[in-house]
């Protein structure tokens, strides 16, 4: 084996036990959830009802409800109308893409990536 190939090897190898070690140690439920749909984040929904919009506004057409207690998938936080002083809206995932206020839903867990 020439010195360049096991130069590659130890490398490769080197990175992947740098990731290995870098990699926090998680529950088995967060594992299992983050392994199957590493993009999705998880709320509640805080308000009775929530219109769940096409747009992050809320002048844009009704997708569907969502009630209080509510557990929705999100996949990720965008910037759009101010609803009570916040200005933040998740694209939910649950069966349709739909729009919803952030003020309404308290996220579960860490707070979603930007869109």
């Excluded at 590493?38 to 809320?58: D, F, H, Q």
């Excluded at 996949?75 to 952030?102: I, Q």
Aim: hydrophobic fraction near 40%.
């Amino acid at each position: 084996m020439s010195l360049r190939s096991r130069l590659s090897i130890s490398v490769v190898a080197g990175a992947f036990l740098a990731a290995a070690a870098a990699t926090p140690a998680v529950a088995n439920d967060d594992w299992h959830h983050h392994h199957e749909h590493p993009r999705l984040y998880k709320g509640v929904v805080t308000a009775s009802t929530l219109n769940l919009r096409s747009a992050p506004n809320r002048g844009s057409q009704i997708i569907r409800t969502a009630y209080k207690g509510e557990v929705v998938s999100i996949f990720c936080k965008t910037g759009g109308e101010t609803v009570k002083g916040n200005p933040l809206w998740y694209l939910l995932t649950d069966g349709t893409w739909a729009w919803g206020a952030a003020r309404y839903i308290d996220n579960v867990g860490p707070a979603p990536r930007w869109c």
